[in-house]
């Protein structure tokens, strides 16, 4: 029995460089995002605390500071670690589409237009994926035509026979055929280089 | 960096403000204790006798003494309650807080206020 495949943290890094440099630079904006809600949410508490003359408000101010800030500092901590997991969940959904383009393009620069893209239920970039795999297909079917069309100029070529009475021109066409007959052949050795998927 | 440098400094300013408030509780709180025992006095002619001392951990707001403390703050008291004026046994109060590292005291007799390390 199939043993149910369990994704570890680390599975979550495909692409580590990327993925860590979207983690860093949205924590950095959130950091800044966190600093100024407490800033302008506690400047007037903080303000009161330190510079008002009256013990009385001080202390209210105080009160207040103590409050709000007990209240805002765990929360926007929660906040910070919700967006940090939600940070590696989307770059997994981006990322694993993407090292899968990637390996694809690769294929596909070396002519082998067989290695479809299959994305995983929740992840991004299948409007993308599905150009692509119409691609894949598009370009095997021209090449299977193309391969087909030269296999068939060849077949032609073969049985066509005028009939040419004068010796010059004859061997002018039989020359001009032959250049075609190698050219046909040069053409499908060409294209069986590339790997096609099946029609 | 530059968010770095502000993150840091956040956290200074903020750090520095939680040690501002609850300095302004303990001494507050002490404050507003000191009102309390010249009250009694004025009254019975001595102050509130309590030789343990009194703080608000926070899962109780009213003490048996009938003072509210803040959270976390302390109040002990030395001296003679049924004399607290007399210049041999003077009545101090001091308050402080679990979060700071200092100590406000009160003289009864002398009247004066004193800040140390504890």
Redesign the interface.
């Known amino acids: 029995m199939q043993k149910p495949y369990k994704r570890k943290l680390k599975n979550f890094l495909i692409n580590r460089s990327f993925q860590l440099n979207i983690l860093l630079n949205s924590l ?1 904006y959130f ?2 995002v966190v ?1 100024i809600t ?2 302008i949410i ?1 400047y007037p ?2 303000q009161d ?2 510079f008002s003359t009256d ?1 009385e408000i ?2 209210r ?3 207040s ?2 409050s709000v ?1 007990g209240r805002l500092i765990p929360s926007l901590l929660i906040l910070l670690v919700l967006v940090f997991t939600h940070q590696v969940i989307v770059s997994h959904r981006i990322c694993g589409p993407l090292v899968n383009f990637f390996h694809t393009f690769n294929r596909m620069a070396a002519g082998d237009f067989t290695r479809m893209i299959f994305l995983r239920e929740k992840d991004y970039l299948k409007p993308e994926s599905r150009i692509i795999n119409d691609t894949l297909k598009q370009m095997s079917r021209f090449i299977q035509q193309i391969t087909s069309d030269t296999v068939q100029i060849e077949l032609s070529v073969d049985t066509f026979r005028p009939e040419i009475d004068d010796p010059d021109i004859r061997k002018q066409f039989e020359s001009f055929i032959s250049d075609l007959k190698n050219q046909a052949s040069k053409l499908k050795t060409d294209l069986s280089e590339f790997k096609t998927l099946d029609s | 960096m530059i ?1 770095g440098i ?2 840091v400094i ?1 956290i200074g ?2 750090s520095n ?2 040690e ?3 300095k ?2 303990a ?2 709180d002490l ?1 507003n204790f000191i009102s309390y025992e010249e009250a009694n006095y004025q009254t019975d002619y001595k102050f509130i006798n309590f030789t343990e001392t009194i703080q608000n951990n926070g899962d109780s707001s009213e003490h048996t003494y009938g003072f509210t403390l ?2 976390g703050v302390i109040i002990s008291a030395e001296g003679n309650p049924d004399d607290p004026y007399n210049s041999d046994t003077p009545f101090t109060v001091t308050s402080t807080h679990n979060k700071i590292p200092i100590k406000y005291a009160y003289n009864f007799v002398t009247g004066e206020w004193t800040e140390t390390e504890k």
């Open positions: 950095l950091v800044l600093m407490m800033g506690l508490m903080i605390m330190f013990p001080q202390y101010a105080a009160q500071f103590i800030a | 968010i502000l993150a956040a300013t903020l403000a939680f501002k408030a609850y302004i509780y001494k507050q404050k803040s959270r």
